[in-house]
Nanobody, 124 residues
Framework: VQLQASGGGLVQAGGSLRLSCAAS????????TGWFRQAPGKEREFVAA????????YYADSVKGRFTISRDNAKNTVSLEMNSLKPEDTAVYYC??????????????????WGQGTKVTVSS
């Protein structure tokens, strides 16, 4: 599975962005997919995950109620809708794919494939 993240950019606080992750491979629907982010000088942190069939999702407390993860297996894409953005959401966002339980998808080591990252900057 190869992943390509896109959609990052510069947005004012309170604004919205939609990130997309395009995947290659016929088995994409069998993989859970997650978004992680890494701010300058900080460790990579979990943002959101969705299981292969799209029926269940899991969010970090810091983004719950503001971000929504979804997927379209027919198009091999996963999206992250980000609303009410805050300056602390500024980071490089990565999509990843792995086979694990929904809670297991909250941990970076449980992923097998990673995209290259897309930068999100939220100005105050």
């Amino acid at each position: 599975v190869q992943l390509q993240a896109s959609g990052g950019g510069l947005v004012q606080a309170g604004g919205s962005l939609r990130l997309s992750c395009a995947a290659s491979g016929r088995t994409f629907s069998t993989y859970g997919t997650g978004w992680f982010r890494q701010a300058p000088g900080k460790e990579r942190e979990f943002v959101a995950a969705i299981i292969g069939n799209g029926y269940s999702t899991y969010y970090a407390d810091s983004v719950k109620g503001r971000f929504t993860i979804s997927r379209d297996n027919a198009k091999n894409t996963v999206s992250l809708e980000m609303n009410s953005l805050k300056p602390e959401d500024t980071a490089v966002y990565y999509c990843a794919a792995g086979r694990n339980t929904l809670r297991g998808l909250g941990l970076a080591p449980n992923y097998d494939y990673w995209g290259q990252g897309t930068k999100v900057t939220v100005s105050s």
